[in-house]
Nanobody
Framework: VQLQASGGGLVQAGGSLRLSCAAS????????MAWFRQAPGKERVFVAG????????VYADSVKGRFTISRDNVKNTVYLQMNNLKSEDTAVYYC??????????????????WGQGTQVTVSS
């Protein structure tokens, strides 16, 4: 499975962006897809994730109320709608897919597939 992330760019603080992550083939409905981000000089961290059967979505505290993850299982695509962006949201955003959901969804090591990353820059 290949993941293709897109939608990043430069936006002013308070603005919005929508990221997309398209999978080259269907991932099981038991699976989980997520977005992580990595700011310069920092570790890659969990941002948001969704079970592909729609049973659960989870968010990092830093993005709750501003970011929304959604999925289109027909298109094998997951989206991240990012509103009210802040300078601290500046990072490379990566999508990831796990063939089976696990409670340690924040753990990078459990993911089977990763996208190439898309840069999000928020100017203040």
């Amino acid at each position: 499975v290949q993941l293709q992330a897109s939608g990043g760019g430069l936006v002013q603080a308070g603005g919005s962006l929508r990221l997309s992550c398209a999978a080259s083939e269907r991932i099981s409905s038991n699976g989980f897809m997520a977005w992580f981000r990595q700011a310069p000089g920092k570790e890659r961290v969990f941002v948001a994730g969704t079970r592909l059967n729609g049973a659960r979505t989870v968010y990092a505290d830093s993005v709750k109320g501003r970011f929304t993850i959604s999925r289109d299982n027909v298109k094998n695509t997951v989206y991240l709608q990012m509103n009210n962006l802040k300078s601290e949201d500046t990072a490379v955003y990566y999508c990831a897919a796990d063939r089976a959901y696990g409670v340690n969804y924040y753990d990078l090591g459990r993911y089977d597939y990763w996208g190439q990353g898309t840069q999000v820059t928020v100017s203040s």
